[in-house]
């Protein structure tokens, strides 16, 4: 197990009705005036704007609105942002929907503070680097998926260079993340099942490491994967079942809060490979990543293909038999293929109409200001553009 810091100061405020307590919260963070910042009007049709609009007005919170981010959301949206925090006299943001939201957020959050000669994106976001300071913020968080409303991380596309990159920092943690899974309720089921897709992967992410020993971390990283599984389809099948939808939240902000990579190492690859694909082709997140996961683990499983047993076995309950190990691991990413075409979701490029035409165009955007790729396996840009012809 690697030394480590661990370190989430973000409060969680998760249940029924949570919602209402926003103003509050807010108050007590000493904010005065409120950025409102929202997506496409889905919190409009299932009545959480009002709820925060109430909640605000009870509190004597003055607010201006900013809505429109989309999935994959845009750097000049946060420019606007920013600009209006600037001239509004902002001091505290207020995200109100899914991971787009609060990471458009978060980097308006980090944006209003810099300093003249600093430049948001090519200092912070294309280096991965964080900023020293941000506004607060709090979040009001709607589908449960990315972790955003309590990682340290904001993944923002660059429509005008068709990058999609991360930058993170303890500054841009929200102060307190409120979660009621009732108000998730609404989702369609395929964003069900891209935010599941989704955390699946923040699992895998870390349970895929170089690090050795690290049987605690790994075993409750099984424990969380398989709670995925079981619920995931039921949150499908019973959108209105409150505790089926409170399992899916509340694993979903575990997976991505920073606990589960304690003393180990995780790889990121198929992460970065997906952000490359929604950077181009403006899919969903978890659509993508249920494209790259399986790719990503066909090439790299001959580096530690215990791990690979493991998984297949722990985690799918694939059975044991040691003559049989390529086969143990190829039925594991198998299962996992097959959990989410159950879902729902693509497993190939080809299912979006995405062809191979620019693969090597992404290979090579993958490892700008990169040494390399990923960490169970390190990967350049050739493995990159093997893993997006076996995704293909
Ligand atoms: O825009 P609205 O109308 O709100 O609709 C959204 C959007 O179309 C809709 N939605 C959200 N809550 C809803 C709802 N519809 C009905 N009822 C509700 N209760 O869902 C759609 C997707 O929303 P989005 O915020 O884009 O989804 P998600 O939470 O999956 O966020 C994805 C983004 O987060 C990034 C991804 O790369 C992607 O850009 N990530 C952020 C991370 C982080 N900051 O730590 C880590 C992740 O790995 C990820 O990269
Ligand atoms: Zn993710």
């Known amino acids: 197990m690697d ?24 108050r007590k963070y000493d904010g005065h005036k409120v950025l409102l910042h929202y997506g496409g009007g889905s919190i409009k049709k299932n009545g959480v704007y009002d709820t925060i609009i109430a909640s605000l007005k009870a509190n004597d919170l003055p607010f201006v609105e900013l809505s429109g ?21 902002v001091d505290f943001i207020l995200a109100v929907g899914g991971g787009s939201v609060i ?24 280096f991965k680097r964080g ?17 955003s409303e309590s990682s340290r991380s904001s993944v923002v596309t660059n429509e005008a260079t068709h990058f999609k990159r991360s930058m993170a920092a303890d500054c841009m943690i929200p ?98 490979l997906e952000h490359e694909l929604g950077a181009i082709y403006d899919i969903y997140h978890g659509e993508g990543l249920a494209i790259t996961f399986p790719a990503w683990m066909k090439y790299v499983y001959k580096q530690n293909p215990k791990r690979f047993v493991q998984f297949a076995q722990r985690v799918w309950d694939v059975e044991f038999s040691a003559e049989q190990e390529e086969r143990i691991i190829l039925e594991g990413i198998h299962r996992l293929e097959r959990f989410f075409t159950e879902l729902g ?26 040494d390399h790729e990923g960490e169970f396996m390190k990967l350049y840009e050739e493995d990159c553009y093997q893993i997006y012809c076996l995704s293909e």
């Open 3 to 26: 030394n480590f810091v661990f370190y989430n100061p973000a409060k969680i405020i998760f249940g029924k009705d949570q919602e209402k307590t926003a103003g509050e919260w807010i």
């Open 69 to 89: 981010v989309v999935p994959n959301p845009r750097y000049s949206l946060i420019q606007e942002g920013i600009a209006l925090c600037k001239r509004e006299g």
């Open 103 to 126: 990471d458009s957020a978060k980097g308006i959050a980090a944006g209003v503070l810099l300093n003249e000669d600093e430049d948001l994106w090519e200092d912070y976001y294309m």
């Open 131 to 147: 900023p020293e300071k941000a506004l607060p913020l709090g979040t009001v968080l709607t589908i449960p998926a990315t972790g």
């Open 175 to 272: 102060k307190f993340s409120i979660i009621n899974p009732k108000t998730h309720y609404s989702l369609p089921p395929y964003q069900i099942a891209c935010g599941c897709a989704d955390i699946l992967a923040h699992l895998m992410e870390r349970y895929f490491t170089p690090t050795e020993n690290v049987d605690f971390t790994d075993r409750m990283l099984e424990a969380s994967m398989k709670t995925v599984i079981n619920y995931a389809p039921l949150a499908i099948k019973y959108p209105t079942d409150y505790n089926i939808r409170a399992e899916i939240a509340w694993v979903g902000t575990i997976a991505h809060n920073g606990l589960l990579n304690t003393g180990r190492l995780g790889d990121w690859a198929s992460h970065d």
């Open 345 to 370: 979701l693509p497993i190939r490029c080809s299912q979006l109409h995405i062809d191979h035409s620019r693969f090597r165009e992404m290979a090579q955007k993958i490892m700008v200001n990169r």
